[in-house]
């Protein structure tokens, strides 16, 4: 076994504290948990140039009160630069990575139920050469399962500080503020296998665990009895639908009212607002502009909030390891992994929770492809659409008794429809650009534990505040350019009739493009203005056609009669089935993949499905109809 | 091929033969995917792409280790096994390329 001498490099002014230091651990180690137990509130989400990977900055006070930068960095078993987070990881404490100094120190978290596989990185990250702190996390657990390890031994073998902590109990925290303070003066060098293979430094691991006499504690008892029940073979599928129904409900049935009252609340305190202005361009600004605007991004929150409250209940209790395993046949089919099943689902809901949600597939490949496939299912913002357009075209027959309807139908079609393409987009992304062949369904299992709510506030928080600061960004600006679209030129400092305004002009400007699908100028205005929201296009045309489509939606539909022929009506349909026309989807999707190249790739292939498709309509029903 | 692993690979057959283990499994190594639930092998080695190989050996999967399978997914895959205190889901097209040699027989002294 090759090994060598690692010295630790002196520090000029070793008696001062470290000022910015990077933790690190593998998945699973409660890594995550400890590091919101350490800076709480006071940390902020970055991503690092041209990577997906994000971290996490946060703040913390050492013993003597300085504060420290602990940076987060992505959950990594190894520091192998062939996977991404793992290269980022290498870069970072290699003070290599742009935008970030090299860390005065890292800490390494591990799990210490598992320490035999999980000292192989602590190992690794010693040999670059850090003042480096061990943590054995998880200690709770150790001594309740029968399981222990001589810290002081462990801490002699790899010649650095090692303790025991609990980040749930919160158990030998102040070891951490000790270090931060660099109490520690720089120990002595330090042997370590590290040009070894993985096989020699795991067995370097295997004997610094026996040498500080490591005892690996039993596997609880209630992880197996749940276990019988979750993986059963029959019991294990039917609580997997019950609690996959109970997500969707949750979205659906909760998320959608809060929606609406936030919305209703947003729209009633933007008329109060605005009878404090005087009427003109400014009120418009502040009321249609930016308060419809804040009002778009901020309608997301409750859909997002609760889809990641539900997430990380499944998640931290470790049921979402089990749904995975469970879902993972289906999904395999369609070249995806049981992962992605949840993120899926609740694309029914809204696009923009389903993409966050993607986060929890480690598989890079298998997340992006999610995160394409996800806006072609039927999401809440088409229903409006559909509804009205299947209204005013489809006269309501029974077609199987009272079971279902030619109106039920179509509705079903359209869902059916959506499904489909985001399949058939799977197997065609999985067979090519995104063929995963680096990235097989491989799963740890974690035991079961109870969800803490600290943690799941700060999920919360957490990605609450990511989607409002750099989602809503995004969202805002596009809500404005919405805005002045619709309010210039401008005619003796008024704005102008919706016909005459810039809106308008596009929807002139674009007809020629989409008359081949059988719609005029005027649903080219509601495409464009669809972008804010879908169901933004139904106020549009009945703007456009001087109705009050919330009050008259009856004449809205008698007007669309006389708009559309039933062939454009299959089109609208099959247009908006497909169609990405949701800035909210594009600007997530943007934050989530950390560059514009997936969201434009997505936007140009769903507007070309969506054209293509629509096209065939209607010809097909318009030869039909004939 | 040494005369101790031929004995070896017999008596293999014999126990296959007895306990209705299926009979292409004649070689020295099986496959993780030919186990079944309950019983436990030994890591001989990983049939695969160097990443995958490097992170399933990152959970455990070492050549030498003891591996076990610990339970079988609704309708058979992804099975879960256990490898020292980690259990690992994995699919059986990937658990077909890990060698491993039951319990009993193990390659070299564990």
Partial sequence: MTCHTVARPQDENAASSFRTVAVVGPPNSGKTTLYNRLTGLRQKVGNFPGVTVEHHIGYVRNADGEEVALVDLPGIYSLNPKSEDERVAVDVLNGVMPGMARPDAVIVVLNANNLHTHLVLAGRVIALGLPTLVLLNMADELHKQNGGVDVLAMAHELKTPVALVSATTGQGLEAVTNFLSAATPAPEPLELPVVGSTRSVREWAVRVGENSSYRRPATPVWTKRLDDVFLHRFWGPLIFVVVVVAVFQMIFAAGKPLQDILQTFLDSTGTWVGQMLPDGLLRSLVINGVWKGVGSVVVFLPQILLLFLVIGILEDSGYLARAAVIADRTMSRVGLNGKSFIPLLSAYACAVPAIMATRTIESKRDRIATILIAPFMTCSARLPVYTMVIAAFIPSRALLGPFLSTRAAAMLGLYVLGFLMAILTAAILKSTVLKSKDAPFILEMPPYRWPTAASLALRLVDRGKAFLYRAGTVIMVVSLLLWAATNFPMHNGQPPAIQDSVVASLGHAIEPVIRPLGFDWKIGVGLVTSLAAREVIIATLGTLNGIDAEVHSFDLQRALQHELSLAGAVALLVFFAFAMQCMSTLAVVRRETNSWKWPAAQFAYMTIVAYVSAFAAYRIVEHFTR | ?110
């Fill in chain 2, 1 to 110: 091929m040494g005369k101790g692993v031929r004995i070896e690979m017999e008596l293999k057959m014999i126990f296959n033969f007895i306990f209705g283990r299926k009979q292409y499994r004649h070689h020295n190594s099986d496959a993780l995917a030919d186990l079944r639930v309950g019983e436990r092998a030994i890591v001989q080695d990983l049939e695969l792409d160097h990443p995958i190989a490097e992170h399933l050996m990152n959970l455990g999967f070492v050549p030498g280790l003891e591996v076990s399978v610990e339970r079988s997914g609704p309708g058979g895959d992804p099975r879960v096994y256990r490898v020292e205190g980690t259990e690992v889901a994995i699919r059986r097209e990937l658990s077909r390329h890990i060698h491993v040699s039951l319990v009993g027989a193990p390659a070299f002294g564990d």
